[in-house]
């Protein structure tokens, strides 16, 4: 069974920087997608970053340039390092998997259902 856990989230005010680690555990087949959401409260979970298995990466408008997702050499271990952090990044950060499939990684804009293994989430919060 799949297990993924989030660490590293915080506080901090506008303009710092805080990074984010996922670690999965269970993986059984040979190849999975990761990517970060978020949602904040009274709002819907929305794509961050993902990372495509050819390790190109692809970000939300909101985050280019000042967020960047990373990956361990086995795949096992996805971080996202956020910097210029803004108040309207504060949101429960999520980790999430799903196994690669012939299409592809889905991208940070795909419906999160498209997502099938997701951790408990890490909450970030940016003070003005």
């Known amino acids: 069974q799949v297990r993924l856990v989030e660490s590293g989230g915080g506080s901090v005010q506008a303009g710092g920087s805080l990074g984010l680690s996922c670690a999965a555990f269970?993986?059984?087949?040979?190849?999975?997608?990761m990517g970060w959401f978020r949602q904040a409260p009274g709002k819907d979970r929305e794509g961050v970053a993902t990372i495509d298995s050819d390790g190109s990466a692809a970000y939300a408008d909101s985050v280019k340039g000042r967020f960047t997702i990373s990956q361990n050499n086995a795949k096992t271990t996805l971080s996202l390092q956020m910097n210029s952090l803004k108040p309207e990044d504060t949101a429960m950060y999520y980790c999430?998997?799903?196994?690669?499939?012939?299409?592809?990684?889905?991208?940070?804009?795909?419906?999160?259902?498209?997502?099938?293994?997701w951790g408990q989430g890490t909450q970030v919060t940016v003070s003005s």
């Open positions: 269970g993986y059984t087949y040979s190849a999975y997608c």
């Open positions: 999430a998997a799903v196994i690669l499939g012939p299409g592809g990684c889905p991208p940070y804009s795909t419906h999160t259902a498209n997502y099938h293994f």
